[in-house]
Protein backbone atom coordinates (compact mmCIF):
# COMPACT_ATOMS: atom_id res chain seq x y z
CA UNK A 1 0.00 0.00 0.00
CA UNK A 2 1.04 3.27 -1.10
CA UNK A 3 2.10 5.62 2.08
CA UNK A 4 3.54 8.62 3.05
CA UNK A 5 4.32 9.75 6.60
CA UNK A 6 5.29 13.45 7.56
CA UNK A 7 6.87 14.86 10.79
CA UNK A 8 6.50 16.66 12.77
CA UNK A 9 2.80 16.71 12.74
CA UNK A 10 2.75 20.12 14.28
CA UNK A 11 5.94 23.08 14.67
CA UNK A 12 6.00 25.92 16.10
CA UNK A 13 8.64 28.62 15.24
CA UNK A 14 9.78 32.20 15.69
CA UNK A 15 9.78 34.34 13.15
CA UNK A 16 12.96 34.75 11.89
CA UNK A 17 14.19 31.26 12.22
CA UNK A 18 14.70 27.92 9.69
CA UNK A 19 12.80 24.75 10.09
CA UNK A 20 12.96 21.47 8.46
CA UNK A 21 10.12 19.26 8.03
CA UNK A 22 10.34 15.60 6.92
CA UNK A 23 8.81 13.04 4.16
CA UNK A 24 9.10 9.44 4.45
CA UNK A 25 7.50 7.70 1.49
CA UNK A 26 6.64 3.97 0.58
CA UNK A 27 4.91 4.50 -3.28
CA UNK A 28 5.83 2.68 -6.26
CA UNK A 29 6.43 3.14 -9.14
CA UNK A 30 7.84 6.74 -7.48
CA UNK A 31 7.54 9.36 -10.54
CA UNK A 32 7.87 12.22 -8.47
CA UNK A 33 7.73 14.01 -4.71
CA UNK A 34 6.18 17.38 -4.12
CA UNK A 35 5.77 19.69 -1.65
CA UNK A 36 2.69 22.06 -1.28
CA UNK A 37 1.90 24.81 0.99
CA UNK A 38 -2.11 24.95 2.26
CA UNK A 39 -3.44 28.06 3.61
CA UNK A 40 -6.24 27.29 5.58
CA UNK A 41 -9.64 26.96 3.81
CA UNK A 42 -7.52 27.13 0.81
CA UNK A 43 -6.40 24.72 -2.02
CA UNK A 44 -2.61 23.54 -2.10
CA UNK A 45 -0.55 25.51 -3.70
CA UNK A 46 3.03 23.61 -5.44
CA UNK A 47 6.05 24.78 -3.59
CA UNK A 48 8.33 22.27 -5.19
CA UNK A 49 8.77 19.13 -7.74
CA UNK A 50 11.23 16.56 -7.90
CA UNK A 51 11.93 13.42 -9.93
CA UNK A 52 13.97 10.41 -9.56
CA UNK A 53 17.25 12.07 -10.56
CA UNK A 54 17.00 15.37 -8.75
CA UNK A 55 18.42 15.60 -5.31
CA UNK A 56 17.28 19.14 -4.30
CA UNK A 57 15.46 21.63 -5.25
CA UNK A 58 14.74 25.56 -4.48
CA UNK A 59 11.99 28.08 -4.40
CA UNK A 60 12.68 30.80 -2.85
CA UNK A 61 13.16 30.48 1.16
CA UNK A 62 12.20 26.60 0.28
CA UNK A 63 14.71 24.31 -0.38
CA UNK A 64 13.51 20.46 -0.93
CA UNK A 65 15.68 17.61 -0.83
CA UNK A 66 15.22 14.13 -2.23
CA UNK A 67 17.28 10.51 -1.39
CA UNK A 68 15.34 8.55 -3.63
CA UNK A 69 17.34 5.37 -1.96
CA UNK A 70 15.97 6.00 1.67
CA UNK A 71 12.64 7.03 0.32
CA UNK A 72 12.91 10.41 2.50
CA UNK A 73 12.53 13.93 1.49
CA UNK A 74 12.86 17.56 3.33
CA UNK A 75 11.61 20.70 3.40
CA UNK A 76 13.79 23.60 4.56
CA UNK A 77 12.10 27.14 5.36
CA UNK A 78 14.92 29.81 5.79
CA UNK A 79 14.11 33.04 7.36
CA UNK A 80 10.83 32.08 8.46
CA UNK A 81 7.73 34.45 7.96
CA UNK A 82 4.59 34.89 9.63
CA UNK A 83 3.22 34.45 5.92
CA UNK A 84 4.90 31.08 6.14
CA UNK A 85 2.05 29.69 8.65
CA UNK A 86 0.21 27.36 6.89
CA UNK A 87 0.04 23.09 6.53
CA UNK A 88 2.84 21.68 4.42
CA UNK A 89 2.01 18.73 2.11
CA UNK A 90 4.25 15.86 0.86
CA UNK A 91 2.84 14.36 -2.10
CA UNK A 92 4.86 11.25 -3.93
CA UNK A 93 2.90 10.22 -7.51
CA UNK A 94 3.03 7.32 -9.33
CA UNK A 95 2.33 6.72 -12.54
CA UNK A 96 0.61 3.40 -13.92
CA UNK A 97 1.95 3.94 -17.23
CA UNK A 98 0.65 0.85 -19.05
CA UNK A 99 -3.04 2.25 -17.71
CA UNK A 100 -2.29 5.88 -18.64
CA UNK A 101 -2.94 7.45 -15.10
CA UNK A 102 -1.51 8.51 -12.16
CA UNK A 103 -2.09 8.53 -8.82
CA UNK A 104 -1.29 11.13 -5.47
CA UNK A 105 -0.66 9.97 -2.19
CA UNK A 106 -0.72 12.95 0.49
CA UNK A 107 1.18 13.00 3.67
CA UNK A 108 -1.23 14.12 6.76
CA UNK A 109 0.97 17.45 6.65
CA UNK A 110 3.19 19.68 9.30
CA UNK A 111 1.04 22.28 10.72
CA UNK A 112 3.74 25.18 10.91
CA UNK A 113 3.11 28.30 12.88
CA UNK A 114 5.46 30.78 12.79
CA UNK A 115 4.74 33.60 15.85
CA UNK A 116 6.42 37.16 16.48
CA UNK B 1 -5.12 32.85 -17.44
CA UNK B 2 -7.98 31.47 -14.96
CA UNK B 3 -7.04 29.13 -12.41
CA UNK B 4 -9.36 25.78 -11.52
CA UNK B 5 -12.93 26.91 -10.22
CA UNK B 6 -14.68 24.94 -8.27
CA UNK B 7 -18.56 25.78 -7.48
CA UNK B 8 -20.00 26.33 -5.34
CA UNK B 9 -17.37 26.91 -2.45
CA UNK B 10 -19.97 26.06 0.27
CA UNK B 11 -22.51 24.07 0.66
CA UNK B 12 -25.33 22.64 3.70
CA UNK B 13 -26.71 19.08 2.76
CA UNK B 14 -28.67 17.17 5.04
CA UNK B 15 -28.62 13.37 5.58
CA UNK B 16 -29.55 11.26 2.87
CA UNK B 17 -29.52 14.02 0.05
CA UNK B 18 -27.25 13.83 -2.64
CA UNK B 19 -24.82 16.65 -3.65
CA UNK B 20 -23.25 17.38 -7.14
CA UNK B 21 -19.78 20.02 -7.40
CA UNK B 22 -18.42 21.48 -10.02
CA UNK B 23 -15.15 21.69 -11.37
CA UNK B 24 -13.28 23.47 -14.25
CA UNK B 25 -10.11 22.95 -14.69
CA UNK B 26 -7.63 25.39 -16.27
CA UNK B 27 -8.12 26.06 -19.74
CA UNK B 28 -6.02 23.34 -22.07
CA UNK B 29 -5.74 20.92 -19.19
CA UNK B 30 -7.57 17.76 -20.01
CA UNK B 31 -7.00 16.03 -16.69
CA UNK B 32 -9.27 16.38 -13.43
CA UNK B 33 -8.49 14.37 -10.51
CA UNK B 34 -10.62 14.82 -7.16
CA UNK B 35 -9.72 14.55 -3.68
CA UNK B 36 -11.41 14.76 -0.28
CA UNK B 37 -9.75 16.37 3.06
CA UNK B 38 -10.86 15.63 6.29
CA UNK B 39 -9.30 16.66 9.59
CA UNK B 40 -8.44 13.42 10.71
CA UNK B 41 -7.60 11.62 7.58
CA UNK B 42 -6.24 14.49 5.55
CA UNK B 43 -6.17 14.27 1.32
CA UNK B 44 -7.47 11.60 -0.05
CA UNK B 45 -7.92 10.38 -3.47
CA UNK B 46 -11.54 9.92 -5.40
CA UNK B 47 -10.88 9.95 -8.96
CA UNK B 48 -9.12 10.39 -11.84
CA UNK B 49 -10.90 11.51 -15.23
CA UNK B 50 -8.81 11.74 -18.58
CA UNK B 51 -10.28 12.22 -21.45
CA UNK B 52 -13.81 11.70 -19.99
CA UNK B 53 -12.49 8.65 -19.25
CA UNK B 54 -12.19 7.31 -15.25
CA UNK B 55 -8.59 6.37 -15.69
CA UNK B 56 -8.41 5.68 -11.58
CA UNK B 57 -10.51 5.57 -8.58
CA UNK B 58 -9.16 5.65 -5.01
CA UNK B 59 -10.70 3.71 -2.19
CA UNK B 60 -14.34 5.23 -1.73
CA UNK B 61 -18.15 3.35 -1.50
CA UNK B 62 -19.97 4.03 -4.85
CA UNK B 63 -21.93 6.72 -3.63
CA UNK B 64 -19.29 8.66 -4.49
CA UNK B 65 -18.96 9.63 -8.47
CA UNK B 66 -18.35 11.27 -11.28
CA UNK B 67 -17.66 12.55 -14.65
CA UNK B 68 -15.88 14.53 -17.19
CA UNK B 69 -17.39 16.50 -20.25
CA UNK B 70 -15.90 16.89 -23.73
CA UNK B 71 -14.99 20.68 -22.68
CA UNK B 72 -13.20 18.75 -19.41
CA UNK B 73 -15.53 20.12 -16.72
CA UNK B 74 -15.79 17.65 -14.05
CA UNK B 75 -18.46 16.96 -11.94
CA UNK B 76 -18.66 14.47 -8.76
CA UNK B 77 -21.92 13.33 -7.21
CA UNK B 78 -22.54 11.57 -3.59
CA UNK B 79 -25.66 10.51 -3.14
CA UNK B 80 -27.10 9.70 0.63
CA UNK B 81 -25.01 11.99 1.89
CA UNK B 82 -23.61 10.41 5.58
CA UNK B 83 -22.04 12.76 8.21
CA UNK B 84 -19.31 11.61 7.58
CA UNK B 85 -19.25 13.40 4.20
CA UNK B 86 -18.37 16.74 5.62
CA UNK B 87 -14.97 17.69 3.96
CA UNK B 88 -13.10 20.27 1.55
CA UNK B 89 -13.49 18.79 -1.61
CA UNK B 90 -10.97 19.51 -3.99
CA UNK B 91 -10.43 19.05 -7.99
CA UNK B 92 -7.18 19.35 -9.38
CA UNK B 93 -6.22 20.23 -13.13
CA UNK B 94 -3.41 18.57 -15.42
CA UNK B 95 -2.51 18.56 -18.90
CA UNK B 96 -2.36 15.14 -19.50
CA UNK B 97 -1.62 12.17 -17.38
CA UNK B 98 2.08 12.48 -16.64
CA UNK B 99 1.99 15.93 -16.62
CA UNK B 100 4.36 16.71 -13.06
CA UNK B 101 2.13 19.61 -11.53
CA UNK B 102 -1.22 19.41 -10.73
CA UNK B 103 -3.48 22.61 -10.23
CA UNK B 104 -5.98 22.93 -7.46
CA UNK B 105 -8.96 24.50 -7.26
CA UNK B 106 -9.89 26.52 -3.94
CA UNK B 107 -12.35 23.88 -2.85
CA UNK B 108 -16.34 23.10 -2.49
CA UNK B 109 -16.57 22.98 2.21
CA UNK B 110 -19.80 20.39 2.35
CA UNK B 111 -21.50 20.31 5.64
CA UNK B 112 -23.77 17.62 6.14
CA UNK B 113 -25.99 17.81 8.97
Known amino acids: KNQVEQSPQSLIILEGKNCTLQ??????????LRWYKQDTGRGPVSLTI?????NTKSNGRYTATLDADTKQSSLHITASQLSDSASYIC???????????????FGKGTKLSVIP | KAGVTQTPRYLIKTRGQQVTLSCSPI?????VSWYQQTPGQGLQFLFE???????NKGNFPGRFSGRQFSNSRSEMNVSTLELGDSALYLC????????????FGQGTRLTVV
Open chain 2, 92 to 103: ASSLDVTALEAF
Open chain 1, 23 to 32: CNYTVSPFSN
Open chain 1, 50 to 54: MTFSE
Open chain 1, 91 to 105: VVSAVYSGAGSYQLT
Open chain 2, 27 to 31: SGHRS
Open chain 2, 49 to 55: YFSETQR
